[in-house]
């Protein structure tokens, strides 16, 4: 870099690559240039560049390159990278057409657009296809812009980038999955299920006055349809009175057996009757159905132990 415009440039662009590239590409300079290189990127910047800027960096970047290859003995035609016939030198490649869409989408997140698109570029397109649609909706219009920009590609470059976003999705495979909300909020549950409800009732309404909707979530899981199971039968008897046979044969729609015999135990012989006919009618019903039946049912429980009628057995 004779000048501080090339400085910029490459500062500009070596900004846009993983930590991990850039070091390489600053390994293979000479030590002065390398050095003048990385106390410019130390210095903080105030915003991001806008595509604009790393599009006239990259366009400035290709012309150099074209004037040096032209300065080069002719070795034939460029052919993209992946069709180069040096099959060592497209181990990166394959790597990175081997990867699944969902993890290699990960491993782009938080990419440049510049960098997703030459990524991507070295994918079949419906490969490709299938990596965008998983990206963030205002990221995808960037990389199909970049898609679409002709430009000589630097093999080894190319071969450093894409190995980079494979190590990357690498360690992410290797990192522990983290939980989801809904099995974060499952777990709670599970945890507050274990506390007496004289102790866990301060926790809940720690959690509500925080988050009302997150508190909501919780309780729906806090009590379970197998809870009938706990509770006594007198109690079980006043819990069917308050229900109608067609929300009792719904809810209970693939429950344990035990959990049939309960109830059906707590009824008279011809609400037993009724309910018989009624769970021979019903045919094949919906998980959603089930689940609104007999959360009617664990809200009547749930009230009734607020109120004292009802207590679940340890």
């Keep these: 870099m004779a000048d501080g415009a090339g400085d910029d440039i490459a500062v500009l662009l070596l900004r846009a690559l993983p930590a991990d590239v850039t070091e390489l590409i600053l390994g293979r300079l000479e030590e002065a240039t390398a050095g003048q290189l990385r106390a410019k990127l130390r210095v903080p910047v105030a915003q991001a560049p806008s595509p604009g800027d790393l599009d006239g960096a990259l366009a400035q970047f290709f012309d150099l390159q074209r004037i040096a290859d032209r300065a080069q003995p002719a070795t034939g035609a460029y052919s993209p990278v992946a069709k180069a016939p040096d099959a060592a030198a497209e181990g990166p490649i394959d790597r990175v057409r081997a990867l699944p869409p969902e993890r290699l989408a990960k491993a782009l997140d938080g990419e440049q657009p510049g960098t997703v698109a030459l990524v991507l570029s070295c994918l079949e397109p419906t490969a490709a296809g299938q990596v965008i649609k998983r990206m963030p909706e205002e990221l995808r219009g960037e990389v199909a812009l970049r898609l679409t920009k002709p430009g000589n590609r630097n093999p080894m470059l190319l071969r450093q980038l894409v190995s980079a976003v494979v190590a990357k999705a690498q360690r992410l495979e290797a990192a522990p999955v983290e939980p989801t909300q809904d099995e974060l909020i499952t777990n709670l549950a599970n945890?507050?299920?274990?506390?007496?409800?004289?102790?866990?009732?301060?926790?809940?309404?720690?959690?509500?006055?925080?988050?009302?909707?997150?508190?909501?979530?919780?309780?729906?899981?806090?009590?379970?349809?197998?809870d009938v199971l706990r509770i006594p039968n007198r109690q079980v008897q006043m819990l069917l009175g308050k229900l109608d046979v067609k929300t009792i044969a719904v809810a209970l729609n693939n429950?344990?057996?035990e959990l049939r015999e309960k109830v059906s135990s707590n009824m008279s012989s011809r609400a037993r009757t009724a309910l018989t006919e009624e769970c021979e009618l019903l045919g094949k019903v919906p998980a959603s159905r089930t689940r609104e039946a007999q959360a009617k049912v664990m809200a009547l429980v749930k009230k009734g132990e607020e109120e004292g009628e009802i207590t679940l057995e340890e």
């Design 191 to 226: 945890m507050l299920r274990a506390v007496p409800r004289a102790e866990r009732l301060p926790i809940i309404r720690k959690i509500e006055a925080a988050d009302a909707d997150l508190a909501a979530k919780v309780m729906e899981q806090l009590y379970r349809i197998d």
């Design 255 to 257: 429950v344990s057996p």
